[in-house]
């Protein structure tokens, strides 16, 4: 019987280390995967905004590719929505488990009185916006102006 009992409380032990060591071994793991950023390394061409991709094949040629950012832009957006909310029954469990045993609740069923109502809405917006880019050695900086009506 107390052999038994040992047993029994080195099994509980040895588990519980075996948890901490499997927890320990999964945060050492994450730890080594950790490595520090390198976007800047990355020598892809596609990732250079202004410079162009060479073509696959023979191009006729149309003269020098220029590409610029530096410049005014303008455009819009349209916007619909819509929202349907019933509050209606929002508050019935709530009244209903605090009168429970109150003889208003059990007469006048307060609970399924409505507190709160329904709402639907819709809506349309619209707006625009305008700015200037200006294009530097290794940078852009512009100014935008945005409005938007709903």
């Given amino acids: 019987m107390i052999r038994d009992a040992r047993i ?3 099994k509980r032990i040895c588990g519980a280390h075996g948890a901490v060591m499997r927890r320990l071994l999964v945060a050492v793991a994450l730890i080594a995967t950790i490595s520090d950023a390198s976007a800047g390394d990355f020598d892809v061409p596609i990732l250079r905004g202004s410079e162009p991709v060479a073509p696959i094949g023979p191009v006729p040629p149309i003269g020098p590719v220029v590409s610029r950012w530096g410049g005014f832009f303008a455009g819009g957006q349209i916007s619909m929505g819509a929202s349907s909310v019933d509050f209606s029954n929002a508050t019935s469990p709530l009244v209903a488990h605090e009168l ?3 003889a208003l609740e059990n007469n006048g069923h307060v609970s399924t009185w409505q507190v709160l109502g329904r709402g639907d809405t819709r809506f349309v917006g619209y707006g625009g916006f305008v700015g200037y880019n200006n294009p ?14 709903s």
């Fill in 100 to 102: 429970r045993e109150l």
């Fill in 8 to 10: 029994e409380s080195a």
């Fill in 136 to 149: 530097w050695e290794c940078m852009i900086i512009g100014v935008d102006f945005k409005v938007d009506y």
